[in-house]
């Protein structure tokens, strides 16, 4: 079947992104909106950002609505995915952006750290694709994108805990990806290097900033919206072919087939 720039197009489509308020998601909802999708922005703590986004996404002429919820608690979880189906009556694309990125050295790391940042990045991630997964079931048709991290790849010196979560979040796509072809349910990866955003404020400060950019091959770090883009061509039918992969979008730091 020969693609056209319709298969583009997202109208119709509805989208839940997970951590949408700020950062990569708020970026990947926006980018949705352009494309014609509805989309649902899940937050935990920042209703006012979350509310920020929505009008942004509307702004579009397309419909959007902002719902609380720690996806990492599964009824939580359910409430957030039943909440869109009742708005929408279908589910479409589910983004997994929600995230923690703090660390410390391995003697130093504390197991209430260990525990929360296992906790979010990677039961969140399932917890949210558990639930998602019925619905898209139930149409035969389907999408997830989760947002890992080069450092799921190649670890991350004082970040072992992080790294952990996004190397799991890494295989549990490839685990999807073969459970759930059948479906028609596609399962991707994005796997950002360094990127400028809410998170990682205080570690691109000043010269440090510098040094960053100049040990990345294309010289800088990028935005929210270069890692978005590579997330939305994955929910559209210009990638329906793609399922089970990580997409590097790193500048060329970590090159890894």
Known sequence: MTLQLVDFQLRGQVAVV?????????????????????????????????????EAVRSRGVESFAFKADVANLAEARQLIQATTARFNRLDMLVCSAGIWEG??????????WDR???????????????????????RSGTIVIVSSTAGQRGEAGYSNYAASKGAQISFV????????????????????????EMTAEALGGERRRAI??????????????????????????????TGEVLNVNGGSVLCG
């Open 104 to 113: 410390a050295p391995v003697e130093e790391l504390s197991e209430e750290l």
């Open 18 to 54: 997970t951590g949408g308020s700020r950062g990569i998601g708020r970026a990947t909802a926006e980018l949705l909106a352009d494309l014609g999708a509805d989309i649902v922005v899940n937050y935990v703590n920042n209703r006012e950002a979350a509310e920020e986004v929505v």
């Open 213 to 242: 950019a100049r040990s990345i091959p294309t010289g800088s770090v990028a935005s929210p919206e270069e890692i978005a883009a590579p997330i939305v061509f994955l929910c559209t039918d210009w990638a329906r072919q793609i």
């Open 117 to 139: 940042t296992l906790n979010v990045n990677l039961k969140g991630t399932w917890a949210i694709c558990r639930e998602a997964v019925s619905v898209m079931k139930e149409r």
């Open 174 to 197: 490839k685990s999807l990806a073969a459970e759930l072809a059948e479906w028609k349910i596609r399962v991707n990866a994005v796997a950002p290097g360094w990127v400028d955003t």
